[in-house]
């Protein structure tokens, strides 16, 4: 059913959004709260636009870009705070992919 690259959310401090892609609002209202929270405190803190991104085998990915000579977006920092959200978010990290493996890929779980 899913081929490539699956956008779970994303939050853009340019034009100030966040999205959350329709085929994951079957999440529990927490969990979209949660993916939102931490979204939209990232792109405020570092600027640029952060997406979430499922890749093929399931696994769930920070994407990064910022415009071209972006003076308000800090690459350093976003790096950091990219780490600091997988140490801090593991536990949720980890049941949004195997979510996915599950109700998308149709893996089996063991």
């Not at 699956?6 to 034009?15: D, F, K, M, T």
């Not at 308000?72 to 801090?88: A, H, N, P, V, W």
Request: proline content about 3%.
């Amino acid at each position: 059913m899913y081929e490539g690259q699956v956008v779970l959310c994303g939050a853009n401090s340019y034009e100030e959004k966040y999205y959350l892609n329709p085929d994951f609002e079957g999440l529990p209202g927490h969990i979209k709260d949660e993916l939102k929270i931490m979204c939209v405190l990232y792109v405020n803190d570092v600027g640029g636009i952060l997406t979430l991104v499922y890749e093929e085998n399931g696994e769930l990915c920070f994407q990064v870009t910022a415009q071209e000579f972006d003076p308000m977006f800090d690459d350093i920092g976003s790096q950091l705070k990219i780490k600091q959200l997988q140490r801090e978010k593991q536990d949720l990290l980890q049941a949004l992919q195997l979510y996915y493996k599950v109700f998308f890929l149709g893996e089996e779980v063991e």
